[in-house]
């Protein structure tokens, strides 16, 4: 299994460029999650999905999109990006279960420069 | 609210132990976890404790849970430059909930030969 990967593993965007960040897993997880990583500010979720079909805003939503149109896919799109979507991207993913189950497995990450 | 606190930044010395702690709000959580990050790379859980745990050992790691303080530390044993890394606290915000977690900002341990 590869598990969660990524692509791109890194991109130089223009401000007001658009691009799609690709998420993949082979581990027939339900959920999948969208994360943004900067210094000093720990892990903050951007957009997640509970299955097939769904999304849900996290906590800093403005500025991307998100769809889940096959389960093991989660796409997350910057339409026109800006200097302060500069960040590492990472996606993670999830069984449907309770307990020691919510481990939630993480790709390697992508590098985004806005310039 | 919902929260997570650690410190930013520990450095030790090889072979010696490291302490990470964690302060968290929320008491209702079933699990609380521990999760590593090396450098370039993604998270990957580390351990976890069950909230009706005191202590967990897992090898060269000792998780502690003080519940009544909110309180998680995780302790290395003979800390290898390998372990140099961000390590991060997290814990589902409502029992059962695993739409989210919520984290700490992480700690960085670097490890001194």
């Known amino acids: 299994n590869a598990g969660v990967t990524q692509t791109p593993k890194f991109r130089v965007l223009k401000t007001g460029q658009s691009m799609t960040l690709l998420c993949a897993q082979d581990?027939?997880?339900?959920?999948m999650y969208w994360y943004r990583q900067d210094p000093g500010m720990g892990l903050r979720l951007i957009h997640y999905?509970?299955?097939?079909?769904?999304?849900a805003k996290g906590e800093v939503p403005d500025g991307y999109n998100v769809s889940r149109l096959k389960k093991q896919n989660f796409l997350l799109g910057l339409e026109s990006a800006a200097p302060s979507q500069t960040s590492v991207y990472f996606c993670?993913?999830?069984?449907?279960?309770?307990?020691?189950?919510?481990?939630?497995?993480f790709g390697p990450g992508t590098r985004l420069t806005v310039l | 609210g919902e929260d997570v606190e650690q410190s930013l930044f520990l450095s030790v010395r090889e072979g010696d132990s490291s302490v990470i702690n964690c302060t968290y709000t929320d008491s209702s959580s079933t699990y609380l976890y521990w999760y590593k990050q090396e450098p370039g790379a993604g998270l990957q859980l580390l351990t976890y404790i069950f909230s009706n745990m005191d202590m967990k050992q897992d090898q060269r790691l000792t998780v502690l849970l003080n519940k009544k303080d909110k309180h998680l530390s995780l302790r290395i044993a003979d800390t290898q430059t390998g372990d140099s890394a961000i390590y991060f606290c997290a814990y589902p915000p409502c029992a059962g909930n695993n739409r989210k977690l919520i984290w700490g900002l992480g700690t960085s341990l670097a490890v001194n030969p």
């Open positions: 999905s509970v299955g097939e079909g769904t999304t």
């Open positions: 581990m027939n997880h339900e959920y």
């Open positions: 993670a993913s999830s069984l449907l279960a309770e307990g020691q189950d919510n481990e939630q497995f």
